[in-house]
């Protein structure tokens, strides 16, 4: 297999919430995607590990991804351990991606920013030409950082206006987190789905906003950005 682009983090959902629209966008401008979620979510207050299962893999065709997989790492308790980096590394042979995307390396659940280091790790791990692991030697070419939930000024902004009805049925897929089960009371859960879809609508507004669009998603890469044709740069600035 050779993914053109593949995302990587903690847990089933983490891909969907914060770059479902720049996955499906790239999927439609004919690239092959992936999702490689590092744990199942086991330790999720909601859902078993088999619905959790169907449901990535419903939210997968919303986004047209070609591939998705987990690598079912300890849920709460992912480490940058030398097993889970392996793993990563093994899986960056298998499938080969020219561009990955990582969680920002700063969150509030040690999940998502051990799932930066793991990933970037890996990614390094997996060129190394005398590592003992099978597969081909290989590095992607380029890693972002997605920082929807982190408050840091991104690098850019990915436009998904014309993704963001379809990026919604994705997330609407993980029915065990946050829809309650027919029949249940209006409690808390119930509350979730009216919160959760309102505040991904007000962020990917706010980060559409930065360029002037309707929806956004965000981005962070530690190298600079190279431009060739200044005369047709995107985002008005005044
Ligand atoms: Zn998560």
Request: glycine share 8%; proline share 5%.
């Amino acid at each position: 297999m050779k993914l053109d682009l593949l995302a990587m983090a903690a847990h089933p959902d983490d891909v969907e919430l914060s770059c479902g629209g720049t996955m499906l966008k790239m999927a439609e401008a004919g690239y092959a995607t992936g999702i490689v979620d590092l744990t199942r979510g086991e330790m999720g207050t909601r859902g078993d590990v088999e619905t959790r299962r169907r449901e990535a893999a419903a939210a997968a065709r919303w986004l047209r991804v070609r591939h998705r997989e987990s690598l079912g790492l300890p849920d709460a308790h992912l480490a940058a351990d030398q097993r889970s980096k392996l793993a990563v590394a093994r899986v960056i042979r298998t499938l080969r991606p020219r561009c990955v995307i990582l969680p920002y390396w700063e969150a509030r659940h040690p999940d998502h920013y051990t799932a930066s280091r793991l990933g970037y790790e890996g990614c390094f791990l997996a060129g190394l030409k005398r590592l003992q692991l099978e597969g081909e030697p290989y590095r992607p070419f380029k890693i972002l950082y997605s920082t929807a939930y982190a408050r840091v000024r991104p690098t850019f902004v990915v436009d998904i206006t014309k993704q963001f009805e379809r990026r919604s049925k994705a997330i609407a897929s993980y029915g065990s987190q946050f829809r309650p089960p027919a029949g249940a009371r209006k409690t808390k859960v119930h509350l979730a789905i009216d919160r959760l879809t309102e505040e991904m609508e007000l962020l990917a507004r706010y980060y559409g906003e930065m360029i002037g669009v309707q929806y956004g998603e965000p981005f962070v890469v530690k190298e600079l950005m190279q431009v060739e044709d200044v005369v047709a740069l995107p985002v008005r600035s005044i």
